[in-house]
């Protein structure tokens, strides 16, 4: 008994006079995890009186986010989890169709017991259930107790245990219809609710929601970096779950929404205290901070019941007592400053670079003494022997400057052709084409 696709049918038309029932699912909302197949008979089948009983040529349809269940006397005997339509037939072997669940389910429903072959006989009990495969939405969380989390931001020495609050919701996906049938919703009478399930995966969720915090907080500076995080909280969860959700029941967290995700009032004082005393590692920082809470004070001495100069008093008691002053703190951090090490300067305008990787301000070098290279003039010209002139006559070997022949030079990067009176169509060091710009006289 297997399940054969309508559209590979030798005769589409004579094929579906063969049909003796049609059986269909409407949408399956959020809420619904598996509902039993609705049949449709169109007039021509035997077997209209029996529900259980699935005739030879039935026609299926599946739809996108369902996992069709063909069972068989108890047992899961045919999967199909891609959509289209397909026809009941008993003459050929159990085929899979399992879509974009994976070849897990291929592995899940050979190791629950070997699927039933075609004997002659027509089963008693069949029947046909629908499971939803879409991610199920709004399945929310809470924490009555707070969960412990570790921060540690090793930038400012932080390395605090703290307790978090939160709320939110999680993403879930059925991954496996047939261990979710087999050991959740087997021969359900009806529509299998969500809310069924609901009351045994809120206490597991919760209870791998703290060791999976765990796991993600070392990557985690400051605990609403949490939320950048979800996919290796999802992963963590799933882990943790694994024996229970995904081996027994086939179920998978696929995303994490936190709606609120706060620290106890006591640890958020704490963490801002370490965070400021981390600020006032800067001796700057540390004497602004120090010069806020003298303003502060004057202030309150100035407002003070037995006389602004008796709160003045307490006051420089307190200075004098502490050791330091904002103007220490201010010399500590200009003498900081100063002991920094320099950027390094910008080269001059008029700086060279030597061979040798020295930069140089006048015509020698100082570290090995080789001249200055000379800059190409800007309006000589080059001779067969290398050399660049201003003159008439070459410099190096006294060759007449070519007349009547055009002399070329880049006007962009200043090359010069090695024969004076020929140029390429393009200068070889920056691609400019030559033109009448780069022709002189």
């Not at 590979?8 to 619904?32: H, M, P, R």
């Not at 026809?87 to 429903?109: R, V």
């Not at 004997?119 to 499971?131: E, N, P, T």
Request: aromatic content about 8%; overall charge neutral.
């Amino acid at each position: 008994m297997g399940l054969i696709a309508a559209t590979l049918s030798s005769v589409g038309s004579v094929f579906a006079d063969q049909w003796k029932e049609f059986f269909y699912c409407d949408a399956i909302d959020d809420n619904t995890l598996a509902v039993r197949a609705q049949k449709r008979t169109n007039g021509k089948g035997s077997n209209k009186g029996n529900d259980n009983v699935i005739s030879n040529g039935s026609g299926i349809v599946v739809a996108e986010g369902q996992c069709a269940l063909i069972v068989d006397q108890g047992r899961v005997v045919e999967i199909c989890a891609q959509a289209g339509e397909y026809t009941y037939d008993m003459s050929t072997e159990p085929s899979l169709f399992y879509g974009s669940l994976g070849k897990n389910i291929l592995e899940t429903f050979k190791a629950i017991g070997k699927r039933i072959s075609y004997g002659g006989v027509v089963a008693k009990d069949q029947r046909i259930y629908y499971i939803n495969t879409k991610p199920i939405h709004d399945n929310r969380f809470g924490t009555q107790r707070p969960i412990p989390f570790h921060m540690e931001d090793k930038s400012i020495n932080l390395s605090l245990d703290i307790s978090l609050q939160c709320n939110g919701a999680y993403l879930l996906q059925i991954v496996d219809p047939i261990l979710f049938y087999t050991n959740v919703c087997a021969n359900a009478a009806g529509d299998y609710m969500k809310m069924t399930l609901d009351k045994t995966l809120l206490p597991d969720f919760l209870t791998a929601l703290r060791p999976a915090l765990m796991k993600v907080s070392p990557l985690c500076k400051h605990y609403a970096d949490i939320g950048n995080h979800t996919l290796e909280l999802c992963q963590a969860l799933n882990d943790h779950l694994s024996p229970k959700w995904g081996q027994q029941f086939g179920l998978k967290i696929i995303d994490v929404y936190f709606n609120v995700l706060n620290a106890t009032e006591e640890d958020e004082k704490n963490i801002k205290r370490i965070q400021l005393n981390a600020t006032n590692r800067d001796a700057s920082m540390a004497a602004a901070t120090l010069v806020s809470a003298q303003a502060e004070a004057m202030t309150s001495a100035a407002k003070n019941t037995s006389g602004a100069m008796a709160g003045f008093m307490g006051m420089n008691m307190v200075q004098n007592a502490g050791g330091i002053n904002a103007m220490n703190l201010f010399q500590m951090a200009q003498q900081n400053q100063a002991a920094a090490p320099a950027a390094p300067a910008a080269p001059a305008a008029n700086s060279w670079t030597c061979s040798c990787g020295t930069v140089n301000q006048g015509k020698f070098c100082t570290e090995c003494a080789s001249p200055k290279p000379a800059a190409p003039a800007a309006n000589g010209w080059t001779c067969v022997c290398g050399a660049v002139n201003q003159g008439k006559f070459c410099q190096e070997c006294g060759q007449r400057k070519p007349a009547g022949a055009p002399i070329y030079r880049c006007d962009k990067c200043g090359w010069c052709p090695p024969d004076p009176a020929a140029a390429p169509k393009f200068c070889p060091e920056c691609g400019d084409v030559f033109d009448s710009n780069d022709m002189q006289s």
